[in-house]
Each structure stands twice: as structure tokens, then as C-alpha cells.
């Protein structure tokens, strides 16, 4: 079994991203159960009240979870790159199902039961704590459960937004195209779910037996509430304090690739320890990441930086490209390094055979398939002014069919399966040549140089001057072929980043500075 | 007197009355029966007593105090109640049901433990086998016994009584019933039951309400009800067939 393989060579690493699983989880429905029962009781006892407060909780369960996950990123002191805006969104899913069982467990409490209550002389808080809420216990267990069991799944969303978790396997494997990886974090992370879900089943069902009572299972949940601090104590532990450089990327191979790069140049100058924040979920959460101080460090494209990031025109020239990207970054604060040495352009591609028959070498001559051909495109390639929009209006496209929007990683297979009939890629992508690709001449010169660079906060290149030591010894180190066999030891040998990245690093001479 | 009504109405606003003009009091260790038809304001008389309502005309005093002066919550500690569902709390065990007043009364829990078991033991229902189980695992008459055993352990000056054995089957109905005589002169209690079976209030009162339509009819001696000329009393005595204490 492959994935058991991968499972023993990624020991640490799968351990690490369990417990930070299982702490996202717990710590999100800990706080929703705290939240969730008063908020509960309270619309419990005042029906108005009430059914504003499950309206609400319903509303926000509405939300899918990465639309969540992208509205809470911008906000002041909850939102950002990491855990912090994971729970909150988790704790907002989590409410709906605590509310609505708190609720419905105390409105189904026998009213002769509440009235022998009342008529025994107990204060409404007696009633609460002695009779509603031991009553409604069952009820709202079964209402913890599905909030965790729910909880377990939308953690793995989490991963994009560089929180940690199981859902890192699986993100990294749907870039890598790599069911093993996708398995990797998909298996343990169901079992996490069914035995979240057995648990508290076990729970549940002792307490309709009556074998456990309210201050049982106040107990029980202090007892894993310490043992899940121990955990976290250990995450954090491992963590540790002092000095930490913070390394991002994106979520696909080549990112990934760079942003582990990166890190191991960084440690190779000693002095600083490095957290990695990889595969995050796009352009827009990395640059917000650098802007909060999540991030210190990830590597983004000239073309990319002053498109997309600052909403201007990209000069044609790689050297002005350049040059506008490093004044806009100045203006906020940021540094843009020199660049790499690759320039990883948009590549429109095509089956080779396909290219062959049909006699197509530029982008021009797709015109002659417009009528029939399905385009596929990544979101973001549809959605930015320098992608699909730009694209039509230079070369007069008109592609009968509305192109496919589809996953970045998902592309390059549907391509090559015959799903989609052009795509929009990397030129550095290793899968160009193994699934046997042919990339159109951009005859128009549509697209900009996308010259990888290094952007480090200033503040963080003067803190830690390791930082511009390593990237020192990276520029222009790195140049397209070689960015295409790195992705191509990645994606097509399956060999671990790590090794790879270790590998090249060790062909470059450290830089004195 | 322990109660006493004095010119008591009770209404919801905006509705008919629910009762007119009562007058009634009892004394330390009697037992007064209220008989009438379902609905006609027996259980909001109760009521009434413990303070879960208070009159819209007249005064309840209980203890020589209105009702409208005291702390609620002081109040209904100091007053059994006992109604047809019973509302054994089905979480607890018995012996917790019982002894839940005493608790919040904040005995020390050996003496509620104490006293819930002599209370069971009275009723009937050996603790040693009683105490441990929950009211689901119980029959109807035991159910309704526990209750009894509940309303009792904080030793009130009053037990308010609310078809108590409506639910039962006639046999344990007067299993239970004689059950709660010999108890009731063992402990003194005062006692208002509130029944539509006017042969158990005869069998079981030292004094006898009639009510209906919100009214109380007559307020006497068994003998003395059960003789009345008031043919509204009359028809109603006469409806049921009579079974006459001597």
C-alpha cells in the first residue's frame, strides 16, 4: 500500500498535522458548546429571541466554508493566516446543529416534570441546572456530535488558509495531482470523524441509560479538554518561542517546491527557526498573509505582483516588470528580491497530438476551433484582467462553449483525459511533457513576464538579515529548466519536497555578505 | 388558622373569572376536600395557596400571611404538592426525587438521605429496594407513592393535593389512598385535596368544598354536605352514587 508507505516516511509530519486536527476541533467545539448551550437556553426561554438566534446560526451555516474562510481573512483581530481565523469560522459551523439541540432538548423536557419543578420551590436557575438541562443533556450531546463530526471535515478546508490539519495532505496531493497524498490526509481524517463520532456516540448513549449525569459529562469534557491542552502544549512546544521566520507559498508544486526552498536556505544561515506555511489557498491570501505579519517571506511572479496584487499594467519588459513590482511592494512595505531566474508564464496548451493533426503552433490558430473546442481555465486564470478575459480580447477568440472553471490541479488531467480541449498552465509544469502537452506560441506577446521573486517584509529583512543572506544565494540561481525538473522530481518520481529541495540546495555555494 | 381565603376572585385579564368571592379556611392538621367538575377551578384555587397565582380580588393568607407579601420561592418549600402526573424527575433515583426539597433546603445529605428513606419505608416502599431505582422502572401506584414521599421530606405545614390518584386503577386508586390515610395521621399534615370523586373526598376530609362555576357552594362537614338542601349541591351529590361515611 503506497499510503501506508508514505505514512511511515511522513511519521513526524503526520503526527504534527493530526494533533493540530484534532486541537482545531476540539478547541472550535469547545468554544461553540460555550457559546452554543446559553444561546440555546436563552431562545429556549423566550421564543422571539429564539427564533432570531437560530435564524441567524442557520444563516451562517449557509456559507460555504471557504467563502467564510475568505470573508473572515480581512478582518481586524480574527481574520489572517493561520488558526486563529480557522476556529472562528469553525465555531460559527459548529453553532447551528448545538443551538438548535440545546433548544429543542429543553422545549421537550415533560411540562409535568417542569411544573412538580416550579411547584417544589426552584429558582428558574434551579429549574435550569437540576431538571431542563440534565433533561435536554442527550439531546445536546447528539448536537456536540454532529457539530464535531461536521468540524472534523470542514478542518480540512482550513489547510488552505494555513491553519495546519489533515486537509495539508490533501491539498498538497490535489496539487501534485497524487491520490496517495490526497489519501494520506482523506483516510486518517474520516477515521478521526468516526471515532469523534463513536466517542461521543458511547457518551450519548450511557447518559440516555442514565449511567452518566450532568456533572459526569462535565467531567468527561474537562478530562479531554486537559488532555487536548496537552496536546497543544506539545504542538506549540514544538513550535517553540524565539525567533521565527515565517515562510509561505502557494497551493501548487512549484510554490511549494520554492517555499520549502526557501526555508531550508533560511535554516541553512542558522540563527532563526523556520515555520512553514505552505499550500496556501491562493495569490490574495499569501499577500494578505505578508501584510499582517503572518508571513515574512513567499515567493510571487512580476507579472503576477503588479496585476493581480496592484491591479496595474504589466510592462512587456522583464526588467521594467520587475522594477514596477519592487516600487509598489516599497509602498507597502515589502521588498521584492531579486528575481529567481525563471520566468513561469502562463502556457496555453494543447494535446500534442491534437497540435499535430490540426496544424496548430500559435495561439492564433485556435481560432479555427473556437466553434468546437471546450476551454478549461483555474479560477483565478477566469477571473484576472491579465487571464482569460485579456486573452480573448488580444487574439479575437470566441470559443463557442462558457470555458470549464475548474481546480488549478485538476486541469492539467482534464486536458489530457479529453474533458477540456485547451487549458491555460505553467510553463514550468513538469506534467507538460510527461501527459504529453503542447504549449501554443504566445505570437501576440498577450502574456507578461512572470519572473519568480522573493517579497519579504522590510521589517522582517532588517530583523533577520539571514533572510536576505539565503535569498542572496538563490538569485538567479534557478533557471526555468531547472524549476521544470524540480517540479518534475515532485510531481512525475513522487519524491518528498524536502529531498528535493535538500538536493538543489546543496549545488549552490552559501553567498558572504 | 393555617389558611385562609377571604373573599377570593381570580381572573385572567381579559377572560370570564375563574373564581368568585371564595371564602374558606382551614386548621393545623385538617383535611379539607375540594369535589367539582374537571375545569371548574379546583387546581387554580391550589394555586392560589402556594403563590404560583395570586388573587385579582380578596387576600390569601397562609400562615397568617398574604401570599401577595411572601418570597415566593419560601413559600412553595413550605408546601407539599402532589398532582395526577406525578413529575417524578425521571433523571434522578428515587431516593433523589424524594429528598430533592430537603436538598434544596440545604439539609446536610445524610439527614435528606435519612429522611427520604423513612418517608419510603412509611409509604410502603422498602428503601433498601427503592431508593436506587428511577421512576421509569416503576409502576403507576409506586410512581404516585414516591410522589407523595416527595411532597412530604421537607416536612411542610401544608400538602396541596391535585387529583392525586386520578390516574390510578380503582384497586391500587384504594390501595394508595389508605396508604396516604394512615400516613396522614401518623404525620399531622394539613391537607387540601382536590378531587371530582366526591365518595373519596367523603372517605378521606374532615371538610368538604363544593365548587362549581367558580364558586364554592358549600364549605361543611361531610354529614352536613352530604345532607344539604341546596338542590345545585344536590344534583351534584346525587350524580355520583354515594357511598356514606357513618
Partial sequence: MPVVQFWLTHRGELMTLLQQHVVLVFVSTLVAVGIGIPAGV????RPRLGRAILVAASAAQ??????????????????????????????????????????????NVDPAVIEAGVAMGMTRRQLLWLVQLPLALPSII???????????????IAAAIGAGGLGEYIFRGLSMVDTTTILAGAIPAAALALSVDGLLALLERRIRRGRTTLAGAARAAA???????????AAIARTGGGAVVVVGSKNFTEQVILGELLAQAIEAEGGVRVLRKLNLGGTFICDRGLRTGELDVYV???????SAVFHEDVPRDSRQAFERARDLYARVGLTARDPLGF????????RTGDARA??????????????TWIPGFGYEFL?????????VRTYELRFAVQPRAMELSLIYPALAGGQVDVIAGDATSALIESLELTQLEDSRQYFPPYDAIPVVRTASLLRHPEIGRALARLAGRISTDDMRELNAAVDLDRRPVQLVARGYLARLPRVEQ | MLVQLDRVSFQYSGHPPVLRDINLSLQTGEICALVGRSGVGKTTLLKLVNGLLLPTAGTVLVEGRETRLWDGIRLRRRIGYVFQDVGLFPHMTVEENVSIVPRLEKWAPARARARAHELLDLLGLPSASFAGRRPPALSGGQRQRVGLARALAADPSILLMDEPFGALDPLTRSEVRQEFARVQTQLHTTVIIVTHDIAEAFALAGRVGVVDRGELLIYDTPRNVASSGDPRVRAFIDAVPPRLPH
Fill in chain 1, 42 to 45: 436563552a431562545a429556549a426561554r
Fill in chain 1, 62 to 107: 449557509t456559507v460555504p466554508s471557504l467563502a467564510l474562510l475568505g470573508f473572515l481573512l480581512p478582518v481586524p483581530f480574527i481574520g489572517g493566516v493561520g488558526p486563529r481565523t480557522a476556529l472562528v469560522a469553525l465555531v460559527i459551523y459548529a453553532l447551528l446543529p448545538i443551538v438548535r439541540t440545546t433548544v429543542t432538548g429543553i422545549r
Fill in chain 1, 142 to 156: 447528539a448536537g456536540i456530535r454532529v457539530a464535531a463530526v461536521i468540524g472534523v471535515g470542514t478542518t480540512t
Fill in chain 1, 223 to 233: 478530562a479531554a479538554a486537559l488532555i487536548v491542552m496537552i496536546f497543544a502544549m
Fill in chain 1, 300 to 306: 510571487e511572479y512580476t507579472g503576477t505582483a503588479v
Fill in chain 1, 343 to 350: 520566468n513561469n508564464t502562463f502556457a496555453v496548451l494543447v
Fill in chain 1, 358 to 371: 490540426l496544424g496548430l503552433r500559435t495561439i492564433d490558430d485556435l481560432r479555427a476551433v473556437e466553434r
Fill in chain 1, 383 to 391: 477571473q484576472r484582467e491579465d487571464g482569460y478575459p485579456g486573452l
